[in-house]
Nanobody, 130 residues
């Protein structure tokens, strides 16, 4: 079983909303951080949102702050990314990832240290277009 499996990507109009889901396998449940990254065509991958284990804190990049919300359902377990007020520049392949070994994957202010993220999903495509 893949450690992380994303779903929920779709084509949506500007201003619309979408919720992404990330199913988390038992092999990576003991993480320090779980987060969402994205990669737009021709651009480097960037962090969007991260959530500390036990929901202690969540951080967001400046580009999504106030519009995106990361949350989890411990009963499943699944991590979500609720995306509101979507813009064409949000178009990207969205990845779920975990930092299970270092604890240094994410910092206040939405700083993402990608080298510390250990496991990655295959991604789900989000396209924002009229």
């Amino acid at each position: 079983q893949a450690p992380l499996v994303e779903s929920g990507g779709d084509l949506v109009h500007p201003g619309g909303s979408l919720r992404l889901s990330c199913s988390v396998s038992e092999s990576v449940l003991d993480y320090y951080w779980i987060g969402w990254f994205r990669q737009a065509p021709g651009k480097e991958r960037e962090g969007a949102a991260c959530l500390m284990k036990d929901d202690l804190v969540a951080y967001y990049s400046d580009s999504v702050k106030g519009r995106f919300t990361i949350s989890r359902d411990v009963s499943k377990p699944v991590v979500y990314l609720q995306m509101n007020s979507l813009k064409p520049e949000d178009t990207a392949l969205y990845y779920c990832a975990t930092d299970t070994t270092s604890g240094y994957g994410c910092y206040e202010g939405g700083v993402f240290e990608e080298d510390y993220w250990d496991d990655w999903g295959q991604g789900t495509q989000v396209t924002v277009s009229s």
